[in-house]
């Protein structure tokens, strides 16, 4: 079973930069595409990105593409997102997941617990 924990997150203010990490226990992570998902408080969790399981392609939500990079290094079973040009509406807990490449929440079978993000202006 794959085991995924995200660091990275803090505070900064408008147009700074967060990169998170998230990095997975299990050997098979390079056969699983990697999502990372938001949550605002008092909203429903939503997309933010994926990537696919050979680090191929990418596809991005509206609300973030042009600002956020998503890369991965297998070798270090570890998924990157690099956030730019952040804003206050980019505050939220962020979540990685592994499951198949695809914006669907249930499609992706594996949630890390979350980091905070926080971006003041």
């Known amino acids: 079973q794959v085991e995924l924990i995200e660091s990275g997150g803090g505070s900064v203010q408008t147009g700074g930069s967060l990169r998170l990490s998230c990095a997975a226990s299990d050997l098979t992570f390079g056969n699983y595409a990697i999502g990372w998902f938001r949550q605002a408080p008092g909203k429903e969790r939503e997309f933010v990105g994926t990537i696919s399981s050979r680090g191929s392609t990418t596809y991005y939500a509206n609300s973030v593409k042009g600002r956020f990079t998503i890369s991965r290094d297998d070798a270090k079973n570890t998924v990157y997102l690099q956030m730019n040009s952040l804003m206050p509406e980019d505050t939220a807990v962020y979540y990685c997941?592994?499951?198949?490449?695809?914006?669907?929440?249930?499609?992706?079978?594996?949630w890390g617990q979350g980091t905070q993000v926080t971006v003041s202006s």
């Open positions: 997941a592994a499951g198949e490449y695809t914006p669907r929440q249930q499609s992706y079978h594996y």
